[in-house]
């Protein structure tokens, strides 16, 4: 016989932070069922304190509320509330009702249930009480608060005016203090005692911030405990207020009392039964040990009396640690769940549906907080399967290799795929792990949802899925290196400072596209960024490991973040945008640069947020261009609005690449220059090899006009058959006037600056004179010094020659040819080695040879311009400028 298939539906369950959880029932699903599924996707892992849950039902428009027992069906469910109201009126709502006595312990064994119930008090306290309290104690919760939501902001922060400004704009004062409380104090002034009392809590961690805030609420009111408006007995009775909490048990108060009076501890309640009395009244009897009589309570109505008989049920299955009941219900007021319902399916923890049903068919939770790479932040997950089917491939085409990397929640693999043609394409799959991956499978497959709407040469592009059966896979290119941060340690000598700037480029148009697309990538760091060949680099990871860890119920709060890379407001407000991606990426160009290093090596992380408040950045890379490094610090503008857009890091980035290429080419061509300088009077023979020009020198064309002074006159052939003679770096000139004291690498006559001199402590100490006009000049160049640099020119006119440089001695050469001539040879009777100026008549002078110089010996000497030269080897070229004298060349 044919079974009736489940009615089923869909329940939204609410949660105190805003976020809510979308679970799909049957008629005979217990609420326990929902309470285990929803409370097991707060946070991976089991709770310790899941018995603390309770499933709340709220009717909005009459203020109205009650508690489900968990043994209770949703057939029963709706059969008795949801009847009553219609579905849009009802919220449901997960809370921690049955409180443990020590916080400490809840802390230590559960945390998730210990920052839910957090969550929980300070929602109930702002919609509740805040409104009614002193304002100052008002102020006190609500810094605490901002210390505790802004754990790693410092203390001074809130002292910057544009970090308050954020706080009271972008997130809200309301989010932490009454309204009344804002509404009724000057901006000024409420801003002042804010900044106050935050420096009082800014020391305190996420926990201790916990607690203070526990301490400072019980002071207003105790929040552990419950009361209910009743009386003691069931004819005659006692007006009271039961009190029930896990320090007090189950007490009641009295109108002139000011602390409860102990009756009775749930250790020692045995069972527990409600009724309806005869005057319609609802009568709850608890069964004490050791009492001959149970303990009547009687409430003015029968939800008043199961309300209360749950509470006391929860906190004996806390104590006592046993899942079954102790309460029992005299008349049957809860219909029964109708028998044509699916059998159990016993020994299945995880499954709601009965049969093959399973508790796969649910929602994700919803934080409040937006997935950072997507504008909405709320995809949900049938939307993004129903996405991804379209990207589907077969998983016959796929074929593991080898394991790439193992993570915490999925391995990479790298594999080859068969395409329609039947082609090999080298591939990266990314997997999910089977452990829990029902919690998973839809932010796994949101990564590729997100990517498969980019399409970008420098952004890993995704082949396709395979979701069909489990696990579940995301194809996606492969880059061959590797991520980038482990080729740039690898290959820190291969990669030069133009390739760096290229990787950075690249990666700024990767983020201008994203920029114009409207998404935030918000882990950006060279980890995250995959090499795909020796010029090309592209980025990844669009963050399924933020995702799981933000799935958790506390979200990015909880999670970790990669706070060396993240930009201030980031840190502070955990507010992630498009200048916090600015922010990032600069941080990124200083990895690339450092070829690797992390930054703030030895910096703890609570610390870097104050580093950067007081203004401290990442110092200058070694051989980074300070151009770029000006742009790095843009990047790292405190104030968000001032920091430049991904599309305007395009543009100087490729500015400053451009750069960098032109200097790095003039660089190449002076080197190759240099070396076919070396290399050039090397011809295979055995001959020494004539010593090379000097580029900087600018050779000068003889001239045989007036208006042309050079060392050499056009004076017949005989002289210049004798100048080609000389050595090559001999027959370059420059201009100079008569008696200066020459350099050997002084700039060329086009570039000198006028009235330009020799520093004072390299000046000659006989310093010669120009003769007056129309004298009989004769030029010696006897005194020109090689080792030292420059050479001296003198004047003949009556006077003698100069001694020798006292400074230098040089050795006497043995080579004939260059030994240095006597004074006396050149007092001698000029004959024929003078040129005599007489109107425009100019007689040839003889013939000048000047055999090559013998190998440098050993000893160097170096000049001022850190140019090496040896006594026996080739000096510079003299430079003689002559303005229409008699020129006189001795040798």
């Known amino acids: 016989m044919m079974q009736t298939p489940v009615d089923r539906s869909i329940l939204k369950v609410h949660l105190p932070n805003g976020g809510f959880n979308m679970v799909k029932y049957g008629d005979a699903t217990d609420v326990k069922d929902i309470i285990k599924l929803v409370v097991g996707r707060l946070a991976a892992g089991d709770r310790y304190f899941s018995r603390c849950f309770a499933l709340k039902l709220v009717v909005i428009s009459r203020r109205q509320s009650f508690w489900l027992h ?116 000057k901006s000024k002034a409420l801003r002042k005692l804010i900044q106050q009392q935050f420096r009082y809590y800014a020391q305190l961690t996420e926990s201790e911030c916990v607690f203070k805030f526990f301490e400072t609420l019980f002071t207003v009111f105790n929040f552990s405990h419950e009361r209910f408006r009743c009386a003691l007995g069931s004819g005659w009775s006692i007006s009271v207020e039961i009190v029930v909490g896990p320090d007090v048990g189950i007490s009641y108060l009295t109108e002139k009392a000011s602390t409860p009076t102990h009756m009775t501890d749930f250790a020692q309640v045995q069972s527990m039964q409600t009724m309806t009395g005869d005057d319609g009244k609802g009568v709850v009897q608890l069964k004490i040990v050791g009492a001959t009589e149970p303990l009547t309570i009687t409430c003015k109505a029968l939800d008043e009396v199961e309300d209360m008989a749950d509470l006391i049920d929860g906190y004996c299955r806390l104590v006592h640690d046993r899942q079954g009941t102790l309460w029992s219900r005299r008349d049957d007021s809860i219909p029964r769940t109708p028998r044509n319902s699916f059998p159990r399916s016993g020994g299945r923890s995880d499954e709601l549906f009965h049969g093959n049903e399973r508790i796969s068919d649910y929602a994700e939770i919803v934080e409040d907080e937006d997935d950072y790479s997507t504008p909405d932040g709320k995809h949900k997950g049938r939307h993004v399967r129903r996405k991804t089917r379209d990207n589907e491939i077969p998983r016959e085409h ?55 709407q980019f399409e970008h040469p420098h952004i890993v592009k995704l082949i396709g899925i395979c979701s069909d059966t489990r696990p579940v896979w995301i194809v996606m290119e492969l880059a061959k290196h590797g991520e980038m941060r482990a080729y740039l340690q690898n290959n820190e000598h291969q990669l030069d400072l133009v390739m760096l700037i290229l990787y950075a480029y690249q990666l700024s148009t990767a983020l201008s596209y994203l920029e114009s697309k409207k998404f935030v990538h918000r882990d950006i760091a060279a980890r995250n960024v995959l090499v795909s060949s020796h010029d090309c680099v592209k980025l990844g990871d669009f963050g399924l490991s933020r995702w799981v860890e933000e799935q958790s119920y506390y979200k990015a709060s909880k999670g970790k973040l990669p706070i060396k890379w993240m930009a201030p407001e980031s840190i502070n407000f955990r507010r992630f945008t498009t200048a916090s991606d600015v922010w990032m990426f600069g941080v990124c160009i200083w ?122 006159v056009n004076a017949g052939n005989s002289f ?116 005599i100026i007489s109107g425009t008549g100019r007689p040839d002078p003889p013939p000048l040879t000047i055999p090559p110089p013998p190998p440098v010996e050993p000893y160097e000497h170096k000049t001022m311009n850190n140019q090496v030269l040896s006594p026996l080897s080739p000096p510079p070229t003299p430079q003689v400028h002559i303005l229409s004298f008699a020129c006189c060349l001795s040798v």
């Open 70 to 185: 968990n043994d209770l069906s949703m057939y029963q469910v709706r059969q008795k509330y949801e009847a009553k109201s219609m579905p849009e009126d009802l919220r449901y709502e997960l809370r921690v009702r049955y409180m443990p006595r020590s916080f400490h312990e809840l802390f230590q064994k559960d945390k998730v249930t210990f920052f839910y119930l957090y969550d929980q008090v300070r929602s109930d306290y702002l919609k509740e009480y805040a409104e009614h309290i002193d304002p100052e104690v008002a102020i006190q919760l609500g810094c605490i608060e901002m210390r505790r939501f802004f754990k790693d902001m410092p203390q001074v922060a809130l002292d910057k005016k544009s970090n308050f400004d954020y706080l009271e704009k972008e997130v809200g004062l309301k989010r932490f203090l009454p309204k009344s409380v804002i509404d009724s104090m």
């Open 591 to 712: 990895e690339i640069l450092m070829y690797g290093v992390k930054p703030f090596q030895g910096v703890k992380n609570n610390d870097v947020i104050g580093k950067i408040e007081a203004g401290e950045r990442l110092p200058l890379p070694s051989g980074c261009p300070p151009s770029l490094y000006n742009l790095m610090c843009s990047c790292w503008q405190y104030e968000p609005s001032k920091r430049l857009t991904f599309a305007d890091l395009k543009t100087w980035l490729y500015e400053i690449l451009d750069e960098e290429r032109c200097r790095q080419e003039e660089e190449m061509h002076r080197d190759n220059r240099r070396v076919q300088a070396i290399s050039w009077g090397s011809n295979g023979s055995d001959e020494e090899p004539p010593p090379p020009p000097k580029p900087a020198r600018p050779q000068f064309s003889v001239s045989p006009t007036d208006n042309t002074p050079n060392l050499s």
């Open 720 to 835: 210049n058959s004798g100048m080609g003679s000389l050595p090559h770096q001999w027959n370059s000139t420059a201009n100079h006037s008569a008696g200066h004291n020459t350099l050997a690498s002084y700039p060329s006559s086009e570039n000198k600056v006028q009235g330009s001199r020799l520093p004072d402590h390299i000046q000659h100490p006989y310093q010669p004179q120009p003769p007056p006009s129309g004298h009989h000049i004769e030029y010696h160049l006897q005194n020109y010094f090689p080792s030292a640099g420059y050479m001296q020119v003198s004047s003949s006119c009556n006077q003698q020659p100069p001694p020798p440089h006292p400074h230098i001695s040089l050795p006497t050469r043995q080579n004939q040819h260059h030994s240095n001539p006597q004074p006396a040879a050149f007092q001698q009777k000029q004959q024929h080695f003078n040129h």
């Open 398 to 452: 796929i074929r593991l290799v080898e394991i790439l990397g193992e993570g915490q929640f999925g391995d990479v693999y790298k594999g080859m795929y068969f395409d329609k043609e039947g082609m090999q394409v080298p591939v990266a799959i990314k997997t999910c792990k089977e452990e829990g991956e029902d919690t998973m499978t839809d932010k796994f497959l949101e990564e590729a949802y997100i990517m498969q």
